[in-house]
């Protein structure tokens, strides 16, 4: 019998800073360069073998339905932030509300990691929505019905930007990526003979843990001398969900045209438009979108 794993707060910083280190090193630091340099990877990639080959009718409304949830937690995930408000604000403004903001970032890190996990669960559920309109619930259900879809030899392996294309199995070597986090994760999660396991299952399965289990350790946490872990923590979290929602719309845009989600984004732009804030960071790959996806038109239309 296997001894239960010890997931402490510190074991969720590493783990989200590994996510994190690597977007950084296959895309860049901001995420304006972020943006440009997954889109550019994404634009070339050829979708229309793999939805051919998808049976099962998808649902468009609860897609974007799905989508519009990503985006909500994206946008709660980013404030507060001095980059989601509309005003000018002045230098000396910035720098007190700069240090507020920190401070609100230490003290709700552990409900920031649950938010940024739906803003991807929502994104994925987006993504398998377009195919297949019959999964049922339970988020290890979703999880693996996406795994099963998105991880196929059918699903182009490079669309799933790293690091989420990695994945292990049973008998697989472990990537480097999976050793650096979570050391004890293999040994606690029961994997089948051939059965993926993605960074997703280990999103879910820190959410499980924060949730239910260690939330007062990062309610109590106090500030650490070293390093500030937990606004490290906020940033390195909005890197890893910016970059899936980055992968959910180019694969929408490619399955429906950027006319339809860009609609989506416009009417999203307008409902956060009757309050002081902004759709930050959603708006920075819409820019890009624009720059690069603007002719596309809907494959599932010639499918």
């Given at each position: ?70 985006w909500y937690s994206e946008c709660f995930l980013s404030y507060p932030s001095v980059h989601s408000m509309k005003e000018t604000i002045s230098p000396m403004i910035i720098k007190k509300l700069n240090r507020y903001f920190e401070t609100v970032n ?176 959603i708006s920075i790959r819409f820019e890009i979108y624009e720059k690069y996806f603007k002719e596309t038109r809907a494959i599932l239309e010639s499918v």
């Open positions: 019998m296997k001894a239960s794993v010890s997931v402490t707060e510190f074991d969720i910083h590493i783990f989200v800073g590994e996510v994190s280190k690597a977007i950084f090193n296959e895309f860049g630091s901001t995420l304006e360069d972020i943006a440009e340099n997954a889109v550019k990877v994404l634009e070339t990639i050829d979708l229309k073998p793999f939805l051919v080959s998808c049976r099962s009718e998808g649902n468009s409304q609860q897609s974007f339905r799905n989508l519009f949830n990503a230490k003290h709700f890190g552990g409900w920031r990691y649950i938010i940024a996990y739906y803003s991807i669960f929502f994104a994925l559920s987006a993504m398998l929505r377009v195919i297949d309109k019959s999964y049922k619930g339970g988020h290890k259900n979703v999880i693996k019905a996406f795994n099963s879809r998105f991880f196929s030899q059918r699903f182009p392996r490079k669309f799933m930007l790293h690091p989420f294309c990695i994945f292990k199995t049973r008998n697989s070597v472990t990537p480097e990526i999976f050793l650096k986090s979570f050391p004890t994760l293999s040994e606690d999660l029961p994997i089948k003979r051939g059965e993926k396991i993605t960074l997703l299952d280990l999103l879910y399965f820190g959410r499980q843990k924060v949730n239910y289990e260690i939330m007062s350790r990062f309610a109590r946490a106090k500030k650490r001398a070293r390093k500030p872990y937990e606004v490290f923590l906020t940033l390195n979290l909005r890197r890893v969900v910016f970059l899936f929602n980055l992968i959910t719309e180019v694969f929408l845009i490619k399955c429906y045209g950027f006319d339809s989600l860009y609609r989506r984004f416009r009417t999203t732009t307008k409902y956060f438009g009757r309050s002081k804030i902004k759709p930050y960071p």
